[in-house]
Every structure is written in C-alpha cells, then in structure tokens.
C-alpha cells in the first residue's frame, strides 16, 4: 500500500496506476443509494409475490403466515445476491457506485473475484441476522425494539477499523476506491473538406 497527498491510503489498480480510497462520507452516501435500491426491490417483490402469499393469509390487511414471509425473504435475498454479485465482479458497478465514481477492488487492487463477492454480500447480512437472534432473545422481556441497534453493526464498523473499512470489506478483503473520471465524449469533429 502506498500513501498519498494528507496520508491518503492508495491502492494499485489491474491498470497498476494507484486510486486513492473512496473517503467514509462518500461510501455511506453509496450505501444510502444502496438502501433506496433494495427497499424498491422489497417492494417490488412483495408486490409481485401478493398473490402468492394472500393464498396463504386468511383475507383482509394480516400479516401474512410464516412461510409466505419466509418466501419473500428468499426471494429478495436471492435476487439481490445476483444483483450485487454481478455488479461487484468483472470490473461492472452498481448504479450508486457510478454515480458516487468508485470501483470495488480486491486488497491487491484487482477485480473481484465471484468468491470475494459472494462473501462481501453475505457478511453484509451479520447485522441483520445478529438484530434478529437478539429480538427472539430481547422480545419475551418488552426489549424487542433494542434488538435494532445491531442492524448498525457492520455500518458503524468503520469507526472501530483502523483503515475505515466497512465489516463486509474487511472480511470480504476488499476496497472501495475512486474511479477513474472518465471525460465526457466529444462528438466528432467535421473533418475539412
């Protein structure tokens, strides 16, 4: 690793040319993208599940039983690993990781493989499944609301990490850097008669 202007942390590309690390304040505001996507996602596929889970439900505005909840759960977990693997490998990005110019990259500072990603997307869930189990051990108490604060976990990470790495970085061994800007198109200039 190489340090650059104000001891930025800087990571060698596949391109071998040296990305400073995307700053904290730009990879939440990505995450909070990241966030809007996945809720659209949830919607969407509660709503193209409702037939199928109101079969289940006994009518009317319920939640409905468990392996409707189940389903859906599976459902948006799996379409979202697909997402979010494909867009981490091969060098492609999600949408927020272009409008806010960051690359994924291994620690090495190359692409990332199927493997980093696949563990990069399940250590994102560490939170959720640990504000889970604490709700099933926190809710017969009244507490089931505290559970909630491990959702934060893997988030907040990155004021406990010495080099600001998100939980699922860090155990992924992966990076967010810049990317390269890239200069708007030109359209061709007439050539003289």
Known sequence: ???????????LTP?????????????????AYE???????????GFLTLPATRAMASGGLTLPPLPARVFTFCLVFGIAGLYFIWCWTGGRHTLPMKTWRMALVGADG???????????????????????????FLQPHNLGAHAAWWLALGYAWPAFDPERQFLHDRLARTRLVMAPAHPLSAAPSPRPH
């Open 35 to 45: 966030g809007l996507l996945l809720t659209a996602l949830v919607l969407l596929t």
């Open 110 to 136: 190359r692409i990332v493989e199927a493997r980093a990603a696949v563990t990069r997307y399940l250590s994102a869930w560490i939170g959720p499944l640990i504000a889970l189990i604490a709700y099933e």
């Open 1 to 11: 690793m190489s340090y650059g202007p104000l001891g930025t942390a800087v990571r």
């Open 15 to 31: 391109d071998a040319r040296p990305r400073p690390l995307a700053s904290l304040k730009r990879r939440y505001a990505a995450l």
